[in-house]
């Protein structure tokens, strides 16, 4: 990506570090040439072998500084494609999945692509599913969703998403208290109509000490008895779910 200028520059010459604790030396920006190269890699050691859909994580993209502000975004997002980082600010996201979508049509023309995509926005929307990105794991995020999926929806990107039960639990967000109520959060949340069920919890690194959220464990508890009732329950209106976001 480097040899062939495909790296946002206000990146690499930085020593600080992600939240994976690597250096912010190799963002890349969206091109069609680089998208080009991106999807020649996923063909190569993917697509070739049978896998077909795409979660295609952090596409805002992750940028210095950290955390992120706006006038950071548009400093070191840039240049792009289409213009300035100020002046086009979220385009990454949607020539990224365009690299990927046109790839798959071109090896594959009669399969459709699944693009599932923390970061979206209007324009082409058939090429990706976006969901809501890491909510915490609490009522009061629950009850956001339900607008926010709504709003996107009417927008123009009906085929939303959002973790079903949360994503994270760290102790800075919730107190340790709230833990043993994650299994009837899980369980309540609406995962039998959302367009895309999207179970995302947080891996148990994430928290301090062992997780509360064995839901799926196959045990014969209330939640996840409920859980399994609405699974069921979801498979006779998938193929209407589908179609009306279609």
């Known amino acids: ?6 790296l946002y520059q206000p990146n690499s ?38 896998v077909d859909a795409w979660w295609m994580d952090a596409t805002e ?14 400093t070191h997002m840039n240049p792009t494609f289409l213009g300035t980082g100020s002046r086009m600010l979220n385009a990454y996201s949607l020539v990224n999945s365009e690299g990927v979508y046109t790839g ?10 699944f693009i599932l995509t923390r970061s979206a926005s209007r324009p082409a929307a058939h090429l990706r599913r976006p969901w809501s990105g890491d909510i915490t794991s609490t009522w009061t995020a629950m009850a956001k969703q339900i607008p926010a999926g709504l709003g996107a929806s009417i927008s123009g990107l009906p085929y939303w998403t959002m973790d079903t039960g949360g994503y994270t639990m760290q102790r ?10 994650q299994p009837g959060r899980v369980a309540r949340t609406e995962r039998a109509l959302v ?3 999207h179970l995302h919890p947080a891996p148990p690194r994430a928290w301090r000490t062992p997780p509360a959220r064995d839901v799926d464990a196959g045990d014969d508890s209330p939640a996840f008895n409920a859980q399994l009732s609405f699974d069921r329950l979801r498979y006779g209106p998938l193929p209407y779910i589908y179609s009306l976001a279609g």
Do not use: C
């Open 1 to 6: 990506m480097n040899a062939h200028g495909f």
């Open 13 to 50: 010459p930085s020593t600080s570090k992600d939240w994976i604790n690597q250096p912010y030396t190799s963002t890349t920006h969206s091109t069609p040439a680089r998208g080009k190269l991106f999807w020649s890699q996923i063909d190569t050691a993917l697509f070739s072998k049978g």
């Open 61 to 74: 993209p992750d940028l210095m500084p950290s955390p992120p502000t706006l006038e950071g975004q548009q």
């Open 104 to 113: 798959q049509r071109q090896a594959a023309p009669n399969q459709r692509v």
């Open 172 to 181: 800075q967000v919730q107190p340790a208290a709230h833990d043993a109520r």
């Open 195 to 197: 367009p895309v069920l």
